[in-house]
C-alpha cells in the first residue's frame, strides 16, 4: 500500500484529537535560490489526526494518508467539477442561449457540486484519516 507523507510538529494532544502542524512547500520552496526568489513559498497547515499513546506535543512526526485516499479527493474536487461544467456548457450551446446564461449555468452547477460535497463533509472526516508514524 502506498502513501503519502508529511513531517510535521505535534502542537496539542487532546484525548480524541492530535493537532499536528505540517509546512506544505512548492517545488520552488527546496531550491537553493529561495531566498532571492519571490515564487517561493511555504504554507503551516494544521491537520488533526486520531490521539495515539505516547505522542507528546513538540515530538516531530510523520502524518501519513493512502495515496488512494489521496487520488479520490484530486476526483472528487477537481476531476467532477470540470466534467460537470463541460457538461452543462456544451448540452445548453446546442439549445441557442446566450453565452452569458450558459457560462453562468456552467458555474451554477458547479457550486452546486461544492455545496454537495460540502453538506457531506461530515462524511468525508471518517473517510480521511490520517495516521503517524514517529521519527
Do not use: N
Amino acid at each position: 500500500m502506498q502513501e503519502v507523507s508529511h513531517s510535521g510538529i505535534i502542537r496539542s494532544v487532546g484525548p480524541q484529537k492530535t493537532v499536528v502542524e505540517i509546512i506544505s512547500q512548492s517545488a520552488c520552496a527546496a531550491c537553493h535560490a529561495q531566498g532571492i526568489c519571490t515564487a517561493a513559498d511555504a504554507v503551516k497547515k494544521q491537520v488533526e489526526v486520531p490521539t495515539e499513546p505516547g505522542t507528546a506535543v513538540g515530538q516531530e512526526v510523520e502524518v501519513v494518508l493512502r495515496e488512494s485516499m489521496g487520488m479520490k479527493a484530486v476526483l472528487l474536487s477537481y476531476v467532477v467539477p470540470v466534467l460537470i461544467l463541460l457538461a452543462v456548457v456544451v448540452s445548453l450551446s446546442y439549445t441557442g442561449l446566450h453565452e452569458l446564461w450558459i457560462g453562468a449555468a456552467g458555474l451554477f452547477g458547479v457550486g452546486l457540486w461544492y455545496l454537495l460535497l460540502w453538506l457531506m463533509r461530515g462524511r468525508f472526516v471518517h473517510e480521511y484519516v490520517f495516521t503517524l508514524k514517529r521519527k
